[in-house]
C-alpha cells in the first residue's frame, strides 16, 4: 500500500510526456503506443498501458476508443 505519492519513474516520465501532448493542436486524434514509441528509455521498457495510465490523468486528453486518444482544448 502507497501513501499516495507517485513513482519517482513515471514523474520522469510526465515531464517528457505532457508537453508533448500539449504542444498537439485540439482535435488531433493519437495512439498510445505511438506516444509509447517516442517515449523510450534504456532503463525501462514503457508500453503503451503505461502511457495510457498517464493519459488518463490529463486533463487536455479524452479517450475515443481503446488505445485511441484525442486532444482537447483544456
Same mark, same amino acid.
Given at each position: 500500500?502507497?501513501?499516495?505519492?507517485?513513482?519517482?519513474?513515471?514523474?520522469?516520465?510526465? #515531464?517528457?510526456?505532457?508537453?508533448?501532448?500539449?504542444?498537439?493542436?485540439?482535435?488531433?486524434?493519437? #495512439?498510445?503506443?505511438?506516444?509509447? #514509441?517516442?517515449?523510450?528509455?534504456?532503463?525501462?521498457?514503457?508500453?503503451?498501458?503505461?502511457?495510457?495510465?498517464?493519459?488518463?490523468?490529463?486533463?487536455?486528453?479524452?479517450?475515443?476508443?481503446?488505445?485511441?486518444?484525442?486532444?482537447?482544448?483544456?
Amino acid at each position: 500500500m502507497t501513501d499516495g505519492a507517485r513513482c519517482r519513474s513515471n514523474q520522469r516520465l510526465r #515531464k517528457i510526456l505532457y508537453p508533448m501532448v500539449k504542444k498537439m493542436y485540439p482535435g488531433t486524434t493519437f #495512439k498510445s503506443n505511438e506516444l509509447a #514509441k517516442q517515449v523510450r528509455s534504456p532503463y525501462r521498457e514503457i508500453n503503451s498501458q503505461i502511457i495510457g495510465a498517464m493519459l488518463r490523468e490529463m486533463d487536455e486528453v479524452r479517450s475515443l476508443e481503446h488505445g485511441v486518444w484525442e486532444r482537447v482544448p483544456a
